[in-house]
T-cell receptor, first 114, second 116 residues
Framework: AQKITQTQPGMFVQEKEAVTLDCTYD???????LFWYKQPSSGEMIFLIY??????QNATEGRYSLNFQKARKSANLVISASQLGDSAMYFC???????????FGTGTRLTVIP | KAGVTQTPRYLIKTRGQQVTLSCSPI?????VSWYQQTPGQGLQFLFE???????NKGNFPGRFSGRQFSNSRSEMNVSTLELGDSALYLC???????????????FGSGTQLSVL
């Protein structure tokens, strides 16, 4: 069974500062993918970044980077230079092979303070 | 390219009724999956369709069903609505076959269902 754990229900960050959102996972699959999605109040889930279980380097997408520590089964999202528009719910999710279904964590609500 | 479109955006129903939600995937995408989001249970996978066939199903009662048409559009139906079915229902499409872990899912804005 696959499980995603996000232990931070809410986080605050000052505008222009960096913030790390935690995610740990558990799976018995040797091959898996880890995703981060952003959900603003409008409801739509917006893809941010992806990390494959066999990727040697940490993924980066603009201001987003993923701190992937396979031995610890963690995939933390780092947002640099936070902006007011970053205020939203952030979800960590995992996908295996053979199916297009994601297992989601409970999410972290990020609030950026001006 | 148009994104994933879900209709309607909001729905209000009463207990015992049934409801049908619609999802139009990104053009060319053959995989459509559905998720239920509630404050208590979070985001839960309902089912996935690929080329008109249901490939995977989450742990939901048989009152929840779906189908996919030849143009990849999908509908989700909930019969005999219960108060606990009140949720945001999200649809996602993917251009891949599901065999690779890096296949991104693109989500719609969801349908907010309220059961009174």
């Amino acid at each position: 069974a696959q499980k995603i754990t996000q232990t931070q229900p809410g986080m605050f960050v000052q505008e222009k500062e960096a913030v790390t959102l935690d995610c740990t996972y558990d799976t018995s699959d040797p091959s898996y993918g880890l995703f981060w999605y952003k959900q603003p109040s409008s409801g739509e889930m917006i893809f941010l970044i992806y990390q494959g279980s066999y990727d040697q380097q940490n993924a980066t997408e603009g201001r987003y980077s993923l701190n992937f520590q396979k031995a610890r089964k963690s995939a933390n999202l780092v947002i640099s230079a936070s902006q007011l528009g970053d205020s939203a719910m952030y979800f960590c999710a995992m996908k295996g092979t053979g199916a297009n279904n994601l297992f989601f964590g409970t999410g972290t609500r990020l609030t950026v303070i001006p | 390219k148009a994104g994933v479109t879900q209709t309607p955006r909001y729905l209000i129903k009463t207990r015992g009724q049934q409801v049908t939600l619609s999802c139009s995937p990104i053009s060319g995408h053959r995989s459509v999956s559905w998720y239920q989001q509630t404050p208590g249970q979070g985001l839960q996978f309902l089912f996935e369709y690929f080329s008109e066939t249901q490939r995977n199903k989450g742990n939901f009662p048989g009152r929840f069903s779906g189908r996919q048409f030849s143009n990849s559009r999908s509908e989700m139906n909930v019969s005999t609505l219960e108060l606990g079915d009140s949720a945001l229902y999200l649809c996602a499409s993917s251009g891949g076959t599901g065999k690779r872990t890096n296949e991104k899912l693109f989500f719609g804005s969801g349908t907010q269902l309220s059961v009174l």
